[in-house]
């Protein structure tokens, strides 16, 4: 077993080698599917819901993936690949005042618009009021991420670090957008 999963491990890294933003997209999809699967799961819902699956699994896949693949590189463009603590520190705080932000805002419209098909209104509402909480958490989490990712992980390696620990932070999100049972 050991060695089907050193053989598989050196595929993936061939892959991301020859395809960063290919295998940093297919990556970014399947941890997506993973975080909905245990979030569907932790709200009680029984009967997997493929259709929402499907699509959390393209929002990885078409946007989290690739938005990620290249703010990596342009953030170590800007910061010329420096890695010290200062640089680190500005690094995050971009990160953390541009993405961040966009990143749970955009994920809370695709949720409600595309994944629910809820309406505008009733998204934009759910946005107004749970928004400022999620972005709050955001800031509490991230910036510990985006200090560990920067210093110490390798620039190929970052998208995929970040996925996995977008894994957890997906579920919480997927929870905290989900309408209130009355």
């Keep these: 077993m050991g060695s089907i999963a050193k053989k598989g491990l050196q595929q993936y890294l061939i892959q991301l080698q020859q395809h960063p933003l290919r295998t940093k997209a297919i990556t970014a999809g399947v941890l997506s599917a993973i975080s909905d699967i245990v979030a569907q799961k932790l709200t ?71 994944v629910e098909g809820r309406p505008w209104r009733d998204v934009k509402t759910k946005i107004k009021k749970d928004y400022p909480t999620v972005q709050y958490t955001s800031w509490t989490f991230w910036p510990v991420v985006g200090w560990i990712n ?33």
């Design 44 to 114: 009680g819902i029984q009967k997997l819901q493929l259709r929402r699956l499907l699509l959390k699994v393209l929002f990885g896949c078409a946007y989290l993936g690739p938005f990620g693949h290249f703010l990596h590189l342009i953030l170590d463009k800007i910061f010329k690949g420096k890695k010290d603590t200062s640089t680190v520190a500005k690094k995050v705080v971009l990160e953390q005042l541009t993405s961040s932000p966009w990143n749970n805002l955009m994920f809370m419209i695709y949720y409600g618009v595309v």
């Design 150 to 182: 920067h210093l110490y992980v390798p620039l190929q390696f970052r998208v995929i670090f970040h996925s996995l620990v977008a894994m957890c932070w997906g579920i919480f999100l997927n929870l905290r957008a989900l309408p209130k049972a009355k």
